[in-house]
Structures are given as C-alpha cells and as structure tokens.
C-alpha cells in the first residue's frame, strides 16, 4: 500500500492569513444547511444564500464575484512569501479550464472570429485577447506555461471528439498543477494531487465499464501524473475484472470503501450518483487533513479547494429548485462541504 509519511511546513510568514482564513471558514455554509435547504422553499434558500453574500437569481454572477474576491486576497496573501507566489498559477488557471474550452469550441466552429465573445463564466487570468495572442500569434508572453497551453490548444483544436478535446485540456491542466507542485516539494500537496489523479482514473474505469468501453479507450483517458499514482498497468488489470470485483482490487487503498460502497450502490439501485458523491468527498477529506494546521501554507490551499465545493452545491441546489427536483433527489448529490 503507497502511504505518505506527510511533512508539513511551518511557515509562520502565513499565521495571520491562517488567521483570516479562519474568519472566512465560518462564512461558508454547512453540510447540514444545504441538506436542510433542499426540504426548502425557494423564499427560505433566498434568503440563507443572501446571508453569506450569494444571490439566488444571479448565481452564477455571485459565485463569479466571490471567485474575484477571493483571487485578490489570494494573490496578497502569497506575496507574502515568493516561494509559494507560483501558487497563483494552480488557483487562477482552475477557472481557465471552461474558457480555454469555450475558445476551442468557438475557434472549431464556423462562427467568424470578428464579432464573436467567449464566455467567460469566473474569473480568468488569461483574457480572450491573451488566448488569442497564444493560440493564433504563437506568442508566449509572461508565462513559463503558456507553451503547455498552446501544445495542448492545438492538439485540441485537431480533435473531432468532444470528450477528447475535454480530456486533453484537463490534462494540460493537471500537468501544470504537477509541474509546481514538484517544484514545491510540499508532501501534503504531492499527497492530495496523487490522491486527486487515482480518483479522477478511478471514475473514467467505472463510467467507461458501465458503458462497455474497451480498454484501449480507457488508456487513452488515462491520467499519469505521480509517482505514487496506481500505475496504467495495475489499472488495466483491474479494468479487466467484473464490475462486481472491483472493490477487491482495491481493498489495499485508503479509498477501498468509496469503490465498495458506490459499487454495491450502483449493483442495487442502478445509479451512479453515491460513487460520484463518495470520490467527491474522499479528496475533500484529505484537504481537511491540511486544514486544522496553525501555521504554513495548507490551510489556505485546503480552503480554496473547499471554496469549489461550496460552488457546486450551490449550483447543484439552486438549478435544481429551479428545476423542481424532489429534495431527496437534491440530497443523493449534494458534497460534502468543508465546514
């Protein structure tokens, strides 16, 4: 079994930021207020959201601002210390992710260039004019990564696949976040992000088995950053077996139980929802690991993370009030939250 022995680092440069962060913590809403939200009526959710500063009926305008909000904190807080500065990349380049993806989309279409806007959904630290000038000029300014950016664009822009074209700029993504994060030599990111990697192979081996995919498909989704990553090989072995076998094959591994349990869940009522939930949460457990330390720079790190699941709850709660889904419905897919 691969375990950490996980050293942390005890930069008090950061106390008064883990300070502030504490404070922002008791902003955030609870799992239990979410999971009573969903027995709620729309007045009620109003309400609690316009509490801790979100608008129900501009949500995703509210998330966007939040997002801004945060980012300049952020961007204060590691100055603080220029050897976590490159942190900046990982948090400002997550919500590139959608945009480089919508430029794609548009770039593949037959919409003129004149005239056309990419939509921007949250914050992004690379502007249309700045995706453009890498994609179209060939020009890196500014950014030791904006070669992988254009590598991997222009592999996409290749692609006739939507899911391919998906998966190469998540890829990008992740091997920028790999980069930093060995440059860093921080265990518990190194921790987290091979964790996150064996979750995200972890999920493309059940999704394509229950839709009878070949194996072959499944290694070209596959995602090798780590060195402590569950190898291509193992997986494939795995990937072999019966979806009933699945959970021994991981009985070694601290996620054992998200397999057993969102296998046996789908093996009964037919549903994927639980095992989404499950490897949701496992990652969100390790980041509160970092969490409850007083000093360096993991309690900030946990807490942004943490910030991206309150997101998705409130985006899952509020599409689905507006969608009139049952609350037990709401619940099976509600996160588990960071406070």
Do not use: H
Not at 177 to 187: A, F, G, M, S
Not at 329 to 336: A, D, G, N, T, V
């Amino acid at each position: 079994m691969n375990k950490y022995s996980i050293k942390y680092t005890d930069d008090t440069d950061f106390s008064y930021a883990v300070g502030r962060v504490r404070a922002l913590e008791k902003k955030m809403i609870p799992y239990k207020v979410f999971y009573q939200l969903a027995d709620s009526k729309i007045d009620e959710i109003k309400k609690i959201l316009a509490e801790s500063g979100y608008d129900f009926d501009k949500i995703e305008e509210s998330i966007r601002n939040d997002v801004v909000a945060i980012n300049e904190w952020v961007n204060k807080i590691l100055n603080l210390n220029k050897n976590y500065e490159i942190l900046k990349n990982i948090y400002l380049f997550y919500y590139d992710i959608e945009n480089i993806k919508n430029f794609i989309k548009l770039k593949k279409s037959d919409i003129k260039k004149i005239g056309y806007k990419i939509k921007f959904n949250y914050y992004a630290g690379l502007t249309e004019e700045k995706l453009i000038s890498i994609i179209d000029k060939n020009e890196l300014v500014n950014n030791k990564y904006k070669e992988i950016v254009l590598n991997y664009t222009q592999k996409a822009l290749s692609e006739s696949s939507q899911a391919v074209i998906e998966y190469l700029i998540d890829k990008m993504y992740l091997e920028i976040v790999y980069k930093i994060l060995k440059d860093l030599k921080i265990d518990f990111f190194l921790y987290w992000f091979e964790n996150y990697i064996n979750i995200l192979n972890l999920k493309n081996l059940v999704r394509f088995k229950l839709i009878d995919e070949s194996v072959e498909t499944f290694k070209q989704f596959f995602f090798n950053y780590g060195e402590k990553i569950i190898s291509l090989r193992d997986f494939i072995e795995i990937y072999n077996r019966k979806l009933e076998e699945l959970p021994i094959a991981f009985e070694s591994r601290e996620f054992y139980y998200v397999v057993k349990e969102g296998i046996e869940d789908f093996i009964k009522n037919k549903r994927i929802f639980l095992f989404e939930k499950l490897c949701d949460d496992y990652i969100l457990n390790i980041a509160e690991k970092g969490k409850m330390l007083s000093f360096g720079i993991e309690p900030i790190f946990c807490f942004l993370y943490g910030k991206t699941i309150e997101y998705k709850n409130i985006l899952i709660l509020c599409n689905s009030k507006k969608l009139n889904l049952k609350s037990d419905k709401i619940k099976e897919i509600l996160r588990k939250t960071y406070v």
